[in-house]
Every structure is written in C-alpha cells, then in structure tokens.
C-alpha cells in the first residue's frame, strides 16, 4: 500500500518537475530519494506521485528507475496508453540515456569506448548485487555500456556514460570491471575520499533523456548538475566546461 503523503510531500516533487504535458511528467530526482518501494520506511519517488493523481485516484506510473543514489531524470507516464509506449519504446532500445559520472583513479584505457561484458544478479539473503559473467553462463545478460572521457584531473575523471541497455547497476559494474569504479559507490569498490574529503554519495547523474514522445516527434530532457556534483567536480579541477550534453 502507497505511503499517505503530506503538503510538504506534495510541494517537494512538484518542485523537482523539469517537464510536463499532456503525456508525461519529468523530474530531476534528488539522490537519496528511492524511485520505488525499497527497504527504508521513507516516501519513495512513486508514492509522491499521489501529488498528480487526477479527481478518480489514477496517478502518473513510472517507466524507469534510477537506483536511490543516483541523480537526474526520471520519466513517469501521465496515461495508460503514454506509459505503454514509453515500456515499448524502452524495451526496443529507443530510449538513450546520458550519464555523467566521476570515476578514480583516473581515466579508463582507452579514454573512449564500448564495454560489452555480460552481467548476472547475485543474492545473499536479501542484498542483491551484479557481477560480470561469462558469455554463456545460465544467469548471463547481454550488457553494453558507450562511454567518454570528459575531463581529466590529478585524481579522478568526468565519464560520460551512455548504457545501451538497462541492467541493474550496469554503469557501476562496467566501470569497476574497468578498474575505474564510480566515486562515492562503496559496493563496488569506490573511491570514498577525493581531494581531501569525503565523497557525499555515489557520483552519478542522469544528465538527459532523449526519447520519442507518445504524442510524435522527439524529445530530449535534461537535468542540470547538482550542488554536491559541482562541489566535487571543482575541488578536483574538473572541468565544468565540458559538461554540455553531447547531442
């Protein structure tokens, strides 16, 4: 059963809109924040979609997720029929996502390029995690991940990352199989101190969402970089130039 949500609740994620019409509703999550039901007793991204319902109870649905510490755009499907078409659209890889994220020690080799390392879910009690897998082995997933060097400083580096397709947790395993996990992602082996100080939460933020729209035509959504990213990029002399969202 969906978490009753306050004013405050309601206010919260009617401010963190980015995008909306008829169709679809766009926000730019906050990291901390669960899109769906998880563990903690707190409201998720989809409870706060209460905030939208219309007069007969039917609320937004989300067509994706983003893990509870990353950042950036989500996309919620304001009808059945624009949320069947986003499912359809996701499913036929149609959806392209933008990543930007900060991995250490540095730079993968080469700077720029393609992992296509196939990864299977492993449980312990509870806790799920990914790991990357043989070809051929029965629990594989096909897992393909486009990425860039953005900029480059004295101890990290802003990856843009482009995941072809969706596995849980895709990004962070690709870029720990590289030897270059994600800054702040302690599950897989990431750097939790940069340039003197302590790394505030995973370094990863869904930049855009270029996607076709229910109604016709494309659209590309983005979402700006948030204060605890920015921090961390300048106290590493990373670049801000560089974060223009590639077309």
Known sequence: MSRVITPDDAA???????FEDAAILA??????????????????????????????????RLVHRLDR?????????????AAAFLGRA???????????????????????GRIEAP??????????????????HPDAESAVTGYRTLAVGDEA????????????????VHMASLGRPIAGDSRYGGALMLGGAAVPRL???ARSLSFPHPEGGE???EAPVPDDLSGVLARLGLAASELAVAG
């Open 27 to 60: 926000f730019d999550k906050p990291a901390g924040l669960s899109s769906q039901g998880g563990r903690i007793a707190a409201a998720t991204l989809d409870d706060l979609l209460a905030a939208f319902a219309k007069p007969n109870g039917k609320r937004p």
């Open 69 to 81: 510490d990353t950042s950036g755009v989500i996309l919620a499907a304001k009808t059945q029929p």
């Open 219 to 221: 659209r590309t959504i």
């Open 12 to 18: 919260f994620i009617r401010g963190r809109v980015v």
């Open 203 to 205: 370094m990863l933020h």
């Open 157 to 172: 580096a802003l990856m843009e990352l482009r995941p072809h397709t969706g596995r849980m947790h895709q990004l962070r």
């Open 119 to 136: 990864l299977r879910r492993v449980a312990i009690g509870r806790e799920a995690h990914m790991e990357t897998c043989a070809a051929d």
């Open 90 to 112: 996701l499913m036929g890889r149609r959806v392209k996502k933008t990543y930007l994220a900060v991995v250490a020690p540095g730079p993968p080799a080469p700077r720029d």
